[in-house]
């Protein structure tokens, strides 16, 4: 439980600075409990607040956890040179809070994409200690065959890398799509693990982290969806 004055309040939800915030209190243009709250000094229990500003409703989240459904031609950096960034994907209050992926997708590549403000829980996610797995559904050039599945289970040696890295899982889905499941996120780990093992990706689409579907979310490409703490648990690593 936490109290807090109201611009500040605004300004943690992303909607601008403290003095933006103040005018738009003065304003008239926050609304709680049915009716203008003009003083921006006056504090609210933040647990559970519902503000609506401009006509729309937020609740109060000291934190932010969203997944995406990322289309192709969407750029995960920064500052993205090529296409737009996935940031503009969301509403512009989560770039005020500096929302950011959790590990990156190829601006070609489309699925699941984790976002958070959470320093420590993007930290976490991102660990090369944690093993959770994220599985892919790859679309190859040339035929699969049972010996690119089994060597890609063996483990392939890439570039940089000090020893071979192994798919956890992988089958083959149809003569051009693959499904593979890793637990490392190394830079176009999927790409890379494919041309080393004589293939080709041509298109690539995350479709689960750990327990953690796109059609369980039920988004469509490009929407997001806040995810609750059941579905943030289904994030854990495998034993
Ligand atoms: N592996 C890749 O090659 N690209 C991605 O975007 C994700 C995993």
């Not at 003095?19 to 647990?47: H, Q, S």
């Not at 401009?54 to 040179?81: G, M």
Request: some cysteine.
């Amino acid at each position: 439980m936490s109290k807090l004055s109201l611009d500040r309040i605004l300004q943690s939800q992303g909607f601008g600075t403290r003095k933006y915030c103040r005018a738009l209190i003065e304003d008239g243009d926050v609304i709680i409990d049915g009716a203008p709250a003009t003083n921006y000094k006056t504090t609210y229990e933040t647990d559970g607040l519902v503000l609506t500003v401009f006509d729309e409703e937020w609740i109060y989240r000291a934190h932010l956890y969203l997944a995406l459904y990322k289309p192709a031609n969407f750029e995960c950096s920064r500052k993205p040179s090529h296409h737009p960034g996935v940031l503009t994907l969301l509403p512009e209050q989560f770039t005020w809070r500096e929302v950011q992926p959790v590990g990156r997708l190829d601006h070609d590549t489309t699925g699941l994409l984790l976002m958070s403000d959470d320093g420590p829980f993007i930290h976490a996610q991102s660990s090369p200690k944690r093993h959770v797995p994220k599985i892919y559904q790859a679309t190859t050039e040339q035929p699969i065959t049972d010996a690119l599945v089994a060597e890609l289970l063996k483990g392939v040696q890439l570039h940089d890398e000090p020893a071979p890295l192994a798919a956890v899982s992988c089958i083959a889905r149809g003569d051009h799509q693959l499904e593979i499941v890793l637990e490392q996120g190394k830079y176009h780990q999927v790409k890379r693990m494919l041309a080393a093992a004589g293939n080709h990706c041509s298109a690539l689409h995350r479709s689960a982290i750990g327990g953690l579907t796109l059609e369980a979310l039920g988004i469509a490409e490009g929407e997001w969806c806040y995810l609750t703490d059941e579905q943030l648990a289904l994030l854990a690593p495998s034993a």
